[in-house]
C-alpha cells in the first residue's frame, strides 16, 4: 500500500500541526537548520536517519516512505521547536554511538541488518519511550515512535489493520457504523 | 507543555461584586453565565489556568503516546492536588478530575442523561438510603434548559426514560456496527437497546464544530465537539462576568454574627492573598473540594467548619461503579473509530431483578435486594492499534501481523452502579499533610456496601447473558472485585429540608449561612446509575434563579 501526501497530511492535521490544510502545506524538502552546528546533524541527515528508522520499523507492505517521512517529520520540525531540538540531539546520540560500537560514522550509514542489530543492541525495542530520558529512550520516542504514530494515526497505516479512522485521526463520524467492507 | 502562562492578567478582586463563584466548571459557568445575562457583577474565582484550545491536538497526542503519563494531558498532579486515600478502597482523585476553566468536562466523556423518578424517592420505593426534598417535576424544566445549553444530541427512543416534552436541540448519533451486531442478540432475549443522549454535536451547534472522529473523546476532543465548560465561561465574560484564573479560594470568611459570608479569601501566583467580597457567593468547586473549603473555613462561629452544624459536610460520598463484560467474536466488530457510546439500555435501571424474554430465551430473573443498573453498549472495546504499536516491541511486518492479530473482533459492555450514601464514606481534612499553600489535603475514606457489590454482579449476570447470546469467547468481567470508581463525585453536602441532617436546602442555600449556596453533585441525596453532569446543570441553573431572586 502507498503512503500518500494525504496521509502525510492527515498524519499531521491528526497532531495539529496543520489545520484545515492541502497538501501544499507539507514540506518538500527537508527543512536547514537556523544555527548551523559542526557537531549536530544537519536538517538532511536528520531526515535521512528517520527514513532509516522507517525502513525497519514499518512493513515492508508500504511504500513511498522516504516522501511520507519528508512531509511528515519535516513539517513537524518545521512547526514545533521542541520537536526539531529532540529529534536532532536523539540523531547526534544515535550516530555516536554508531560511531563508538560499529564501523561507521552514522547510524544511516549502515546496512539494515547493522541497524537492527544496533536497535536491539541499544534495547529500543523494549524501551519505554521518554523525551527527556537516556539516549535509548529517546531513540524510542523521536525517532520509532515518532515514525509509528505518524504511520497508525493515518488511514492507510489504519487500513492496514483494518480501521480506516484510527484513533487521532479526525476520519469523520460515519466509519464507526459501516460494516467491514465485503 | 506546561499550562498555559497569562501571569500578567490583573487578579485583584472586583470592587463591587453581586456574586462570588468559586469554580469554573460546568456547575460554575453555568451559574455565572445565568447571572451575568441577567445583568449581575459576577466574578468566577478558578483555582487552575486557562487551557488554550489551540494545544488541544497536543493535548490528545499526550494521550496516546505512552511516555506522557495521563495526568500531564491536563496538567494534573503535584503539590497543588495533593491528597490522601485512607480508607478501605484506594480513590485515585487526580485521575477523577480537572482543574483549569472548563473544570472536569475537559476530560469527560460527555453522555448525559436525566435522573429516572424513582432516584428522587429511593427511600420510599425500595426502604434505603433516602428521599430528596425535590422531585423530578421540580428539575424537569432545569433538565431542558440544561439540554439546550449543552446541545445534546438525542432522540426519544429510551422506554424507560421520565417524561420530556420537548425534543433534544440536536439529533442523536446513529447507532454503531458493533450496535447492529447487539441488537440481534438483545433481540432474542428481550433487552431493549436505545440511543445514548450525548453532549457532543451531531451536527455544527452553537458556533462549535460537528464531530469529526478523532476517537480521543475522553480525555480531549481536539474539534471541540464534545461540549466542555469553558463554553460558558466565555459566554459568562460576554455577558460582563469576570473570571480570574490561578485563583485556589483558601477559605470563606463569615460577618461577626457568623450568618454571612463577608469574602472569599484567594491567592494568587505571585503569592499575594486577596479578599473578593460579594453580596452572594456560591461554591462549585467540585464533589470533594466544596466539603474540603468549608472544613478550611472554621472559625469561632463555626468551629466544625463553615455551614456544617449538621456534621453531614464530607459525608455520605458516594460514586458510581463500573460493571463490565467483554469477549471476542468471530467477525469484524469495528471498534475505536470514536470515543463515545451509541447505545444504552435503561431497562434493569426500576426493575433490575426483572426476566426478560425474547424471540429466544431471556435473562433470568434475579430476587435479591438490588439497587439501579444502566448498561452500556462500547465503541472502543479492545485495543486501538495506535496505542498498540507504540507499546510494541515487534516491528515492521511483526508489528503489523501483531496488530492485525489484536485488533478488530473485540466487543464490550459496561455498566454503572451507584452506590449507597454511608455516613462513613467521607472527605475529611488531612492535617498531617499540605497542599502548595499550606492548607491541610482532603483524605477520602471509600468502600462500597454489600447492596451495591450484589448490583454490580447482577450487571455482570446480565452483560454475560448478552455476550454468550451472541456467541462471544474469551469472555473476561470487571466485578466487584475489580470495578473502580466512574469519577463522579457526589453527596458530600447533601441536600434536604431539615438543618441537623443536611448542608443545604431544596433552594440550593445552606442552612446556616444565608448568602452561601452549592450548585454541586455534592448536594446528591442518592446516586441513582446515570452519569450525574445534566443533573449537576439542572441543579445549577435552579440554584442561580434562587440566587437572583434573593439579590
Ligand atoms: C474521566 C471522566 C469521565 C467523565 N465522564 C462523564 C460523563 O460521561 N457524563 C457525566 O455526566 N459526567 C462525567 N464525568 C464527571 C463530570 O466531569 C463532572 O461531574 C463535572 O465536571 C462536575 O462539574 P463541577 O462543575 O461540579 O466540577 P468540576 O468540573 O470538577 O469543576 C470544578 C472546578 O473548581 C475548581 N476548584 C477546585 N477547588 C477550587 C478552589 N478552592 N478555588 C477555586 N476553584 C476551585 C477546579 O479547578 C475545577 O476547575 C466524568 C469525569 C471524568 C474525570
Ligand atoms: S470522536 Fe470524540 S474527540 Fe473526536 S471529534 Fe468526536 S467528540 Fe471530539
Redesign the pocket.
Known amino acids: 500500500m502507498e503512503l500518500t501526501r494525504r496521509d502525510a497530511l492527515a498524519a499531521l492535521s491528526g497532531a495539529g500541526i496543520v489545520v484545515g490544510g492541502t497538501a501544499s502545506a507539507l514540506r518538500r524538502n527537508p527543512i536547514s537548520f537556523e544555527e548551523q552546528s559542526t557537531s549536530l546533524p544537519s536538517g538532511e541527515e536528520v531526515m535521512e536517519t528517520l527514513v532509516a528508522v522507517a525502513d525497519l520499523v514499518y512493513p515492508s507492505a508500504i511504500s513511498n516512505v522516504r516522501e511520507f517521512v519528508v512531509g511528515y517529520a519535516g513539517t513537524r520540525m518545521a512547526e514545533r521547536a521542541a520537536y526539531r531540538s529532540g529529534v536532532r540531539d536523539a540523531v547526534a546520540d544515535l550516530d555516536s554511538y554508531t560511531a563508538v560500537h560499529f564501523d561507521a560514522e552514522r547510524f544511516a550509514g549502515l546496512d539494515a541488518s547493522d541497524r537492527s542489530v544496533l536497535l536491539d543492541q541499544l534495547g529500543v525495542r523494549t524501551a519505554d519511550p521518554s523525551p527527556e530520558g537516556t539516549i535509548t529512550q529517546r531513540v524510542r520516542y523521536y525517532l520509532v515512535n515518532e515514525l509509528l504514530y505518524a504511520l497508525y494515526a493515518s488511514p492507510t497505516g489504519g487500513e492496514l489493520v483494518g480501521i480506516e479512522n484510527p484513533q487521532g485521526h479526525p476520519g469523520g463520524p460515519t466509519s464507526y457504523r459501516q460494516g467491514p467492507p465485503e | 507543555m506546561t499550562a498555559e502562562d497569562a501571569s500578567d492578567a490583573d487578579r485583584t478582586p472586583s470592587d463591587r461584586a453581586d456574586v462570588c463563584v ?9 451559574v455565572a453565565h445565568r447571572l451575568a445575562e441577567r445583568g449581575r457583577d459576577v466574578v468566577v ?4 489556568p486557562r487551557f488554550e484550545f489551540e494545544n488541544r491536538e497536543e493535548r490528545m497526542e499526550r494521550a496516546i503516546r505512552p511516555a506522557h503519563d495521563e495526568l500531564t494531558v491536563w496538567d494534573m498532579g503535584g503539590e497543588r492536588d495533593r491528597y490522601t486515600s485512607s480508607g478501605e478502597w484506594y480513590y485515585p482523585l487526580n ?19 436525566r435522573h429516572h423518578r424513582s432516584d428522587f424517592d429511593r427511600r420510599t420505593q425500595d426502604g434505603v438510603a433516602a428521599d430528596w426534598p425535590i422531585d423530578y417535576e421540580d428539575l424537569r424544566p432545569y433538565y431542558g434548559s440544561a439540554e439546550t445549553e449543552m446541545g445534546v444530541a438525542g432522540a426519544s427512543d429510551n422506554p424507560f426514560a421520565p417524561p420530556r416534552e420537548e425534543p433534544y436541540p440536536l439529533p442523536a448519533f446513529e447507532p454503531s456496527y458493533s450496535d447492529s451486531l447487539f441488537a440481534e442478540a438483545c433481540e432474542r432475549l428481550g433487552v431493549t437497546m436505545h440511543t445514548v443522549p450525548n ?1 457532543r454535536n451531531s451536527e455544527g451547534y452553537d458556533d462549535r464544530s460537528a464531530c469529526v472522529g478523532y476517537g480521543t473523546c ?2 480531549v476532543c481536539p474539534s471541540g465537539a464534545k461540549y466542555s ?1 469553558d463554553v460558558h465561561v466565555e459566554k459568562a465574560e460576554a455577558e460582563g462576568a469576570r473570571v480570574i484564573d490561578r ?4 477559605r470563606l470568611v463569615t460577618d461577626e454574627s457568623g450568618e454571612r459570608v463577608e469574602a ?1 479569601v ?1 491567592a494568587t501566583p505571585d503569592g499575594v492573598e486577596h479578599r473578593q467580597e460579594a453580596r452572594e457567593v456560591v461554591l ?7 466539603p ?2 468549608l472544613l478550611l473555613s472554621e472559625s469561632s462561629a463555626h468551629p466544625d467548619g463553615l455551614a456544617n452544624s449538621s456534621g453531614a459536610v464530607g459525608r455520605y460520598f458516594m460514586e458510581h461503579l463500573f460493571a463490565g463484560a467483554g469477549g471476542v467474536l468471530d467477525r469484524e466488530t469495528r471498534q475505536n473509530h470514536v470515543g463515545f457510546l451509541t447505545s444504552e439500555s435503561h431497562q434493569f435501571y426500576d426493575d433490575p431483578g426483572q426476566s426478560t424474554s425474547g424471540t429466544d430465551g431471556g435473562v433470568p430473573a434475579s430476587d435479591a435486594d438490588l439497587g439501579p443498573i444502566k448498561l452500556e453498549f462500547l465503541n472502543y472495546a479492545g485495543p486501538s492499534p495506535v496505542e498498540m504499536a507504540l507499546h510494541s516491541d515487534d516491528w515492521g511486518d511483526e508489528l503489523l501481523a501483531q496488530l492485525r492479530d489484536s485488533y478488530g473482533t473485540h466487543v464490550a459492555m459496561g455498566g454503572l452502579v451507584g452506590q449507597l450514601p454511608r455516613k462513613e464514606n467521607r472527605i475529611t481534612l488531612d492535617r498531617s499533610r499540605t497542599d502548595d499553600h499550606g492548607n491541610p489535603v482532603p483524605d477520602i475514606q471509600w468502600s462500597i456496601d454489600a447492596r451495591t457489590r450484589r448490583t454490580i454482579e447482577r450487571a455482570n449476570e446480565i452483560q454475560r447473558s448478552v455476550l454468550e447470546e451472541l456467541g462471544a469467547t474469551d469472555v473476561s468481567v470487571i466485578g466487584p472485585d475489580r470495578t473502580g470508581p ?4 457526589m453527596g458530600t453536602t447533601r441536600m434536604g429540608t431539615d438543618p441537623t441532617e443536611s448542608v443545604v436546602n431544596p433552594n440550593l442555600r445552606t442552612h446556616d449561612v444565608r448568602n452561601l449556596s452549592i ?4 448536594v446528591f441525596v442518592t446516586s441513582g446509575a ?8 439542572a441543579l ?1 441553573l435552579k440554584c442561580a434563579d434562587h440566587v437572583d431572586e434573593r439579590l
Open positions: 468559586v469554580g469554573a466548571g460546568p456547575a460554575g459557568a453555568l474565582l478558578e483555582a487552575g485521575h477523577a478530575r480537572v482543574k483549569g476553566v472548563g473544570g472536569s468536562t475537559l476530560h469527560w466523556q460527555g453522555m448525559v442523561m453532549a475522553k480525555p465548560a485563583a485556589p479560594v483558601q472569599a484567594y462549585a468547586c467540585g464533589g470533594v473540594e466544596i474540603r473549603l466512574a469519577y463522579h463525585h450548585a454541586s453533585s455534592s446515570v452519569n450525574p453532569t445534566l443533573t449537576i446543570a445549577a
